[in-house]
C-alpha cells in the first residue's frame, strides 16, 4: 500500500510540474518536453512495483542525526575542486576514470550557466531527503548480521539448503539447443493458430 500511495504521488507531481512547465530537459533527454513523449515516457513506470523502506531507528535520535549528518551537509562539488572563475565561465577539477595514473585528474572549463545547471541538479525538490540506509538486512552484511543477531538472541542458526534436492524438471527438451522449452500459449483443437502467408504470394501482392 505504501509503495502504491508513493508511486502515484510522486507521478501526479511530476507531471503537474511538467504541464507548468517547471522542468527543463537538455541534450537527450530534449525530446521529453514534449508531454505526449513524456506521458509515453512514463508508462512503463506505473507498471513497476514500488518499494518503501522505513523503520524505526535502534540507538535513538541521536545516532541517526549523527549517521546522516556526514551526508546531508555534503555539497556536490568541494571547494579544493575549483581552480578558477570569472564571470563567463568556471574551471574545476574533476576524475577521468579511463585514465589511470597521475592523468586521472583533469581540469575542465564550463560555462557559468551550465555550471549552476549541473549544481542544481543536486538540489533535491521540497519534500526529498538525501538518505541512503540499508539497514541490517544489506546485501554487503546480510549473512553476517543474521548470524550475530541469532548469536546474540540464542536462537538455533537455520538449517543449510545444500542437501535440498532441486525439483526436477518436466519440460520438454528443445532439438535444437538442448534447453528447456517453455510453453508460451495452448491451442484447442478447434483453434489452430493461422499459418503465416507464405513468400511467394507476399512477392506477388507487391508486384501488384
Not at 109 to 129: E, K, N, Y
Not at 130 to 143: N, V
Request: net charge positive.
Amino acid at each position: 500500500m505504501l509503495g502504491a500511495l508513493f508511486r502515484r504521488l510522486f507521478l501526479t507531481r511530476l507531471i503537474q510540474l511538467h504541464q507548468t512547465g517547471r522542468l527543463a530537459f537538455f541534450g537527450m533527454a530534449a525530446h521529453l518536453a514534449d508531454h505526449r513523449i513524456f506521458l509515453r515516457h512514463l508508462a512503463p513506470v506505473r507498471k513497476k512495483r514500488w518499494v518503501v523502506y522505513a523503520k524505526p531507528p535502534f540507538a535513538r535520535p541521536q545516532a541517526v542525526l549523527a549517521y546522516l549528518s556526514r551526508y546531508t551537509h555534503r555539497v556536490a562539488i568541494s571547494n579544493r575542486r575549483l581552480i578558477a572563475c570569472d564571470a563567463t565561465s568556471i574551471t574545476c577539477r574533476y576524475k577521468d576514470y579511463k585514465r589511470d595514473g597521475p592523468e586521472r585528474q583533469r581540469a575542465m572549463i564550463i560555462a557559468a550557466d551550465a555550471f549552476i545547471r549541473r549544481f542544481l541538479l543536486h538540489v533535491l525538490p521540497r519534500g526529498f531527503h538525501r538518505i541512503r540506509h540499508y539497514g541490517l538486512l544489506a546485501g554487503s552484511a546480510r549473512k553476517a548480521s543474521l548470524a550475530l543477531a541469532r548469536r546474540l538472541l540464542e536462537v538455533t542458526p537455520e538449517p543449510a539448503n545444500d542437501d535440498i534436492a532441486e525439483p526436477d524438471d518436466h519440460r520438454p527438451p528443445c532439438s535444437c539447443c538442448g534447453g528447456r522449452m517453455v510453453i508460451i500459449e495452448a491451442f484447442e483443437r478447434w483453434q489452430q493458430p493461422r499459418a503465416p502467408p507464405a513468400m511467394t504470394s507476399i512477392i506477388r501482392e507487391v508486384a501488384s
